[in-house]
């Protein structure tokens, strides 16, 4: 990859991470997270760089997210995160499917982009705190790619290793949801399943690594 094609590649990660956060600022700690993986790349690892640097860009990205809580949600969001969650629930029952955003839009009577920033705060707050491991050190999801544990310390090796024996489903999954950042309607349709059932997934998957982690 020459200079542009790792500028898209920081501007890209950085738009993933814009809600909320000044854009040019998640641009620059990419930068700084850009020159700790050329000071840091060891090519007997067996990486490729540009998916060593990949991880770097994302966690600097991700720390700078963290530390200055930039992520603010309001009391009027978290209401209208309520009303969606019981609109989903009725509508569900009603079609026998998890609801589009539009569906939810028109029976909510709000903007679909409501919607939206409603769901990318929750599901953004969760990707980011999700506990995986609490015995002795907490490890959290934001922590398993952070560029600091980036894949060379134990506990991140024995969290990749544990990825690495799930059912290839399960891997893709966690991968698009953690990894690639995925919505879970973005991950239903991925694989081809209901939202619901990414979502019970989820959560069993992460039961299983949290207790194989824990072991």
């Known amino acids: 990859m020459n200079e542009e094609e790792y500028a898209k590649m920081i501007y890209s990660i950085a738009r993933k991470y814009s809600f909320g956060n000044d854009f040019e600022d998640l641009c620059q700690v990419g930068q700084i997270g850009l020159l700790k993986a050329l000071e840091?790349?060891?090519?007997?690892?067996?990486?490729?760089f540009s998916s060593y640097a990949y991880t770097y860009i994302q966690g600097e990205v991700?720390?700078?997210?963290?530390?200055?809580?930039?992520?603010?949600i309001s009391k009027d969001l978290i209401a209208l995160n309520k009303s969606i969650t019981n609109a989903k629930e009725v509508l569900t029952q009603k079609m026998m499917?998890?609801?589009?955003n539009e569906e939810l839009a028109l029976f909510l009577e709000i903007p679909e982009e409501k919607i939206i920033e409603a769901s990318m705060a929750s599901e953004y707050v969760k990707s980011l705190d999700y506990e995986l491991n609490d015995e002795g050190k907490e490890l959290t999801l934001y922590d398993s790619i952070s560029y600091e544990e980036k894949g060379y310390n134990d506990n991140i090796l024995d969290l990749k290793e544990e990825l690495a024996l799930l059912p290839e489903e399960e891997r893709k999954l966690i991968i698009a949801r953690y990894y690639e950042d995925k919505s879970q309607q973005e991950t239903?349709?991925?694989l081809g399943i209901s939202q619901v059932q990414v979502s019970r997934n989820e959560s069993k998957i992460l039961t299983k690594l949290k207790t194989k982690l824990a072991s």
Not at 40 to 48: A, I, L, Q, T, V
Not at 62 to 72: C, G, P, Q, S, T
Not at 97 to 100: D, E, I, N, Q
Request: glycine share 4%; no cysteine.
């Open 97 to 100: 499917r998890v609801p589009t």
């Open 188 to 190: 239903s349709e991925m």
């Open 40 to 48: 840091n790349y060891d090519p007997e690892y067996g990486s490729k």
């Open 62 to 72: 991700l720390k700078y997210v963290r530390e200055n809580k930039v992520i603010k």
